[in-house]
């Protein structure tokens, strides 16, 4: 690939190689026209064999539309503005998320936030429209006009300007972005494998060991003969966090001290925040004491079950409990992976009266405890598929960034395809 120094021309959309052409998207476009929703009071309406797409299922899917949660029926087409889209065509969302692209791959309806996109394939290669919009997908969430949510309309994104290169160059450059996304999607697959893989892990783990023991009864069902059943307040010492008064600002304005929230926690080891508190806050409300690193957090409200592990000295919400352990009975990884494993609706409704934890309620929870060698055989095991996770997430992460790097270069015609052979 040869990076060009000159050959370029001036736009109204800046630098592009001379022999590119500026278009607005309505030009290499046969049909544009979003869709509708039937009314969902009428039965007759839903649950047909048209694929209706929406949003979610937009940015739920790679490249192509796959599947749809949802279906109509043809009384449903005829009796809304939803028209059948054929295969073959790039669906644009303009609501909320703004600007993202799939294409179908067979026949389908949307709704009245998704513009459909008929190419002429005269003009444009299907695959590399669908690369330059995602190009420009900033470029046209910028566009928006203000009602309830932030949106484009058809008449905004149909006056799209984007630079069209000679339709041979247009193959080659989405033959390139191709490439690097489906090198993304094996990634996705093996992550996804990887964690299955670990799902399954502690499943059998947990519940039967490493040895193949002869198993017993208990509480919490069969476990092997040699475990026990143990409270976790017996291994653990609980303490609660607590959440600053978020309408005094001073508790909230140049914040430092790293306080996490319960989104921050997600099977992980924490090393920031997403939200900080201040010095006044961390001293008034937390005593300038840190929760130190090392530390498993476990959430009990609102979203019940989320574990981490503070890689940082930190503070943390009035959801979340930090455990202390008493290392002689339980090891912190075992104990870690534990609690990820945990089915906390199942032991509310078994245990506790009502739908919400409390720190005393937490202190009752049973676990299952084997000999502590053993937890901590159980806790490598699982460590080792972590890092295997790890290892494939950053891989991913790589190949993002090349392929950002790339649709930039090749979408400015900064790298050229023309004369290479592919």
Known sequence: MKVKENGFKETEIGLIPEDWEVVRLKDVAVYMKAGGTPRRTVKDYWNGDIPFVKIEDITSSNKYILTTKEYITKKGLENSSAWLVPENSILLSMYASIGEVALTKFPVATNQAILAIIPNTDKVSIDFLYYSLKFHEEKLSSYTVQTTQKNVNKAITENLLIPLPPLDEQKKIAKVLDKIQQAIEIQDKIIENTKNLKKSLMQKLFTEGLYGEEQKETEIGLIPKSWEVVRLGEVAVLNLGRTPDRSIKKYWENGSIPWVKIQDLNNNII????????????????????????????????????????????????????????????????????????????????????????????????????????????????????????????????????????????????????????
């Open 271 to 422: 090393y920031d925040t997403s939200e900080k508190i201040s010095d006044i806050a961390f001293k008034e409300k937390f005593g300038n004491k840190f929760v130190p690193q090392g530390t498993i957090l476990l959430s009990f409200k609102l979203t019940i079950g989320r574990v981490g592990i503070l890689g940082i000295d930190a503070v943390h919400h009035e959801g979340i409990v930090s455990l202390f352990l008493n290392e002689d009975k339980v090891n912190k990884e075992f104990l870690f992976f534990l609690l990820q494993n945990m089915d906390y609706n199942d032991y509310i409704d078994n245990y506790v009266k009502g739908k919400t934890l409390n720190k005393e309620k937490l202190k009752i929870l049973p676990i299952p405890l084997p000999p502590l060698e053993e937890q901590k055989e159980i806790a490598h095991i699982l460590s080792t598929v972590d890092k295997k996770i790890e290892i494939e997430q950053k891989r991913k992460e790589v190949l993002k960034r090349l392929f950002k790097t790339m649709l930039h270069k090749l979408m400015t015609g900064e790298i050229r395809l023309k004369e290479i052979d592919l």
